[in-house]
């Protein structure tokens, strides 16, 4: 279960952002995770929820996950698709001249915090 790992390091950074902001305290935190990122939401939500009660700024932190769609894009017809449907071959002309374009970040996207 790697979603712990990256909990962590995550509460490292929105609690160095918090104490770099005198806030008071972290109220919502918004995280953008991409559907072929491997992340597990309901994991990632667990760890979440018990790491939290071990920092300065997060004991009462909402967290939102955002789900990005994984995209592909083909190199040899110029057409994007879904990848959790068709993987590495594009459906337009069923080449394997592909490439992940989204879906596989996960990135801080908002903080909302109280001063």
């Given at each position: ?22 806030v008071?305290k ?17 994991l990632?939500r ?5 790491s ?14 955002i ?18 449907e ?30």
């Amino acid at each position: 279960m790697h979603e712990l790992g990256i909990v962590v390091h995550v509460i490292e950074q929105v609690e160095k952002v918090a104490e770099e902001n005198n806030v008071e305290k972290v109220a919502r935190l918004s995280l953008e995770v991409g559907e072929v990122s491997s992340v597990v939401p309901d994991l990632f939500r667990d760890c979440f929820e018990w790491s939290k009660k071990k920092t300065k700024y997060l004991q009462d932190c909402e967290l939102e996950l955002i789900i990005l769609e994984g995209l592909s894009y083909c190199q040899d017809c110029g057409e994007t698709y879904k990848t959790t449907e068709y993987a590495k071959k594009c459906p337009h002309c069923d080449s394997y001249n592909t490439y992940l374009v989204t879906g596989n970040e996960i990135n801080i996207k908002d903080i909302q915090v109280v001063s």
